[in-house]
T-cell receptor
Framework: EAAVTQSPRNKVAVTGGKVTLSCNQTNNHNNMYWYRQDTGHGLRLIHYSYGAGSTEKGDIPDGYKASRPSQENFSLILELATPSQTSVYFC????????????FGPGTRLLVL | QQKVQQSPESLSVPEGGMASFNCTSSDRNFQYFWWYRQHSGEGPKALMSIFSDGDKKEGRFTAHLNKASLHVSLHIRDSQPSDSALYFCAASENSGTYQRFGTGTKLQVVP
């Protein structure tokens, strides 16, 4: 089964601080995704990547940056964290086709005080 | 605007009963549909996909797709307490590389 890991699993940050969430996949998938999950909103796409060196904006990119330094790794960066970014963040990987299933990591719970 | 809508928001069924979920889309470019399941404290996991009109059955799970009405449903027969989870519908375009998710339906199976 496809494997996606995330770190840290839990994070407490202060308003205005920098937060980096990391994701690693061993599936050799080209595409990787960052979502946030909030009650009433489901899963919303923040950024995604087609491969090493590429990042694309999703539906809610404001306040977030992404970095894909290699096929395996995809990071989500909050340069100036705000309380509204308190959420559960999920990373996923998948193939390049519209028919490809996505495989999710276990999530990172972020609390911004 | 949410492009994928799900109903109901929550659902409670007795053990052994039938659970039914609905999903509609407002985008006619969507061609591929999935159902994902998320147990508490875990990431979503793909349950089944459906790309053609009609029914698709996998064990206790049956999905139905009607592309003309942009409606997809999921039915779980003989529901078990382990089926208690959040169920998401997701859709993607023919040429797309990412999926749009609905807001989810929370299922509770009562022993």
């Amino acid at each position: 089964e496809a494997a996606v890991t995330q770190s840290p699993r839990n994070k407490v940050a202060v308003t205005g601080g920098k937060v980096t969430l990391s994701c690693n996949q061993t599936n050799n998938h080209n595409n990787m995704y960052w979502y946030r999950q909030d009650t009433g909103h489901g899963l919303r796409l923040i950024h995604y990547s087609y491969g090493a060196g590429s990042t694309e904006k999703g539906d809610i990119p404001d306040g977030y940056k992404a970095s894909r330094p290699s096929q395996e790794n995809f990071s989500l960066i909050l340069e100036l964290a705000t309380p509204s970014q308190t959420s559960v963040y999920f990373c996923a990987s998948g193939g390049t086709g519209g028919q490809d299933t996505q495989y999710f990591g276990p999530g990172t719970r972020l609390l911004v005080l | 605007q949410q492009k994928v809508q799900q109903s109901p928001e929550s659902l409670s069924v007795p053990e052994g009963g039938m659970a039914s979920f609905n999903c509609t889309s407002s985008d006619r470019n969507f061609q591929y549909f999935w159902w994902y399941r998320q147990h508490s404290g875990e990431g979503p996991k793909a349950l089944m996909s459906i790309f053609s009109d009609g029914d698709k059955k996998e064990g206790r799970f049956t999905a139905h797709l009607n592309k003309a009405s942009l409606h997809v449903s999921l039915h779980i027969r003989d529901s078990q307490p382990s089926d208690s989870a959040l169920y998401f519908c997701a859709a993607s375009e023919n040429s797309g590389t990412y999926q749009r998710f609905g807001t989810g339906t929370k299922l509770q199976v009562v022993p």
